[in-house]
């Protein structure tokens, strides 16, 4: 089993629509296979997936929000919404509640043949806010590659 742990624990103010910053990497096992490609790479805001297999994701935002309102949290990936993968909940009070969504979900990458040769569409994972405004004050994301 291979896994990838993020951490952000700084503030950002995410507007509707805005990507949130997953942070950096704070746990990491994972190699290289023969061509030299790893199982994840960190690229900004998300996390590439590279090799063919099942992959467990689990992440986590605490926030608040400037506003009364909902705020929705959705996993996108290669830039497409996941339509399961997503956690929303309601502010009542603005900048006092602080709120925690978990979302929690499986992805498969499959191998496909490309010009003969067996290969893999890498997968990019993001998170966005596609909600009202919040401010996030810790994300971690950890992905686990089962198999």
Not at 111 to 134: Q, Y
Request: glycine share 8%; charged share 15%.
């Amino acid at each position: 089993m291979y896994l990838i742990g993020l951490a952000n624990t700084g503030s950002q103010s995410v507007q509707p629509e805005g990507v949130i910053n997953i942070g950096d990497v704070y746990r990491r096992y994972c190699r290289r296979n023969c061509c030299g490609t790893r199982v994840f790479d960190v690229n900004g805001s998300g996390v590439t997936l590279n090799w063919s297999g099942i992959y467990h994701i689990t992440a986590t935002f605490e926030l608040t929000a400037p506003e009364a309102g909902n705020v929705t949290v959705q996993a996108f990936e290669n830039g497409a919404p996941v339509p399961l993968a997503v956690a929303s909940t309601t502010i009542t009070t603005a900048d006092t509640e602080t709120r925690t969504l978990i979302i929690d979900y499986f992805t498969i990458l499959n191998e496909a043949v490309v010009l003969g040769v067996d290969s893999t569409t890498a997968k990019s994972i993001t998170f966005e806010n596609v909600g009202d405004a919040a401010t996030f004050t810790n994300v971690v994301v950890n992905i686990e590659k089962e198999a």
